[in-house]
């Protein structure tokens, strides 16, 4: 298979601008019908089941995190939550790899304003993703997401918005 790390790189890219844009659909669209997105406690954490996790979602909570997003009366979300992400850094680990034609990794800072107050995420990103894909324009989706925050081990207020 012939990588192109630019289209990669606009790939990545496009998703953080989707959800900068708050158009939690289209995000949504990028990944596969079978997707998990992760979001671990801890950075050496080896599998969602094991223990508790920030966020684990199967492709139908994902679902469910849009509908409430895109609820006008989801109370976490009033005012709604603006957010800027920088992506970088982005390397594919592996082709055909953990049930991805390509692992992606990237970090990344979000930052996340709401009611007067302004929050910073940082860390890693690990996509696995497939590609010859329908309903992707540029043939790729995402098979699986791992979000992995600096400061998981902190004390993180209530988070909303994916990373």
């Given at each position: 298979?012939?990588?192109?790390?630019?289209?990669?790189?606009?790939?990545?890219?496009?998703?953080a601008g989707l959800l900068d844009g708050a158009q939690f659909n289209d995000w949504l669209a990028l990944f596969t019908d079978?997707?998990?997105y992760w979001?671990?406690?801890?950075?050496?954490?080896?599998?969602?089941?094991?223990?508790?996790?920030i966020i684990y979602d199967d492709r139908r909570l994902l679902e469910t995190r849009v509908r409430r997003l895109k609820n006008a009366?989801?109370?976490a979300e009033e005012p709604r939550t603006r957010t800027s992400r920088v992506?970088?850094?982005?390397?594919?680990?592996?082709?055909?790899?953990?049930?991805?034609?390509?692992?992606?990794s990237s970090r990344f800072q979000m930052t996340e304003f709401r009611r007067d107050r302004q929050r910073v995420f940082a860390g890693g990103a690990r996509h696995g993703l497939v590609t010859g894909v329908g309903g992707?324009?540029?043939?790729f989706r995402i098979a699986w997401k791992r979000v992995d925050l600096i400061n998981s081990?902190?004390?993180?207020?209530?988070?909303?918005?994916?990373?």
């Amino acid at each position: 298979m012939s990588i192109d790390m630019r289209e990669i790189e606009q790939f990545l890219f496009r998703e953080a601008g989707l959800l900068d844009g708050a158009q939690f659909n289209d995000w949504l669209a990028l990944f596969t019908d079978t997707a998990w997105y992760w979001v671990p406690i801890s950075p050496d954490q080896k599998d969602p089941h094991e223990t508790v996790s920030i966020i684990y979602d199967d492709r139908r909570l994902l679902e469910t995190r849009v509908r409430r997003l895109k609820n006008a009366n989801i109370h976490a979300e009033e005012p709604r939550t603006r957010t800027s992400r920088v992506i970088g850094n982005v390397m594919v680990e592996a082709e055909k790899a953990e049930g991805a034609d390509i692992v992606v990794s990237s970090r990344f800072q979000m930052t996340e304003f709401r009611r007067d107050r302004q929050r910073v995420f940082a860390g890693g990103a690990r996509h696995g993703l497939v590609t010859g894909v329908g309903g992707s324009a540029d043939g790729f989706r995402i098979a699986w997401k791992r979000v992995d925050l600096i400061n998981s081990e902190g004390m993180l207020d209530g988070i909303t918005v994916p990373f």
